[in-house]
């Protein structure tokens, strides 16, 4: 079992800058993959970036503003979200991945004002 809590979501301007970490415990040393995907009201949740063996993947929305990273000695996984827009705004959930199971985090509000 693991379990995925993450944190540093808030409230920022247009332009700025945030921060999310996903932390895992339990069996964290298993995972294959990591990752964020996020969830705008009304809409259905969209990844945003993932991380497997060292290769990032991101949404065509985010390149060149969101980078990805791991910490496997922690299992801890970044996102450094730059030049942020209102679009952005969502619930941020962090995600893992073990061959046969998918985990989910709790969720993290980011909410970017015009």
């Known amino acids: 079992q693991v379990q995925l809590v993450e944190s540093g979501g808030g409230l920022v301007q247009a332009g700025g800058s945030l921060r999310l970490s996903c932390a895992a415990s339990?069996?964290?040393?298993?995972?294959?993959?990591m990752g964020w995907y996020r969830q705008a009201p009304g809409k259905g949740r969209e990844v945003v970036a993932t991380?497997?063996?060292?290769?990032?993947m991101y949404d065509d929305s985010v390149k060149g503003r969101f980078t990805i990273s791991r910490d496997y000695g922690e299992s801890t996984v970044f996102l450094q979200m730059n030049s942020l827009k209102p679009e952005d705004t969502a619930v941020y959930y962090c995600?893992?991945?073990?061959?046969?199971?998918?985990?989910w985090g709790q969720g993290t509000q980011v909410t970017v004002s015009s």
């Open positions: 995600w893992a991945w073990i061959v046969g199971a998918t985990y």
């Open positions: 991380i497997a063996g060292g290769i990032s």
């Open positions: 339990g069996s964290a040393r298993s995972l294959k993959a």
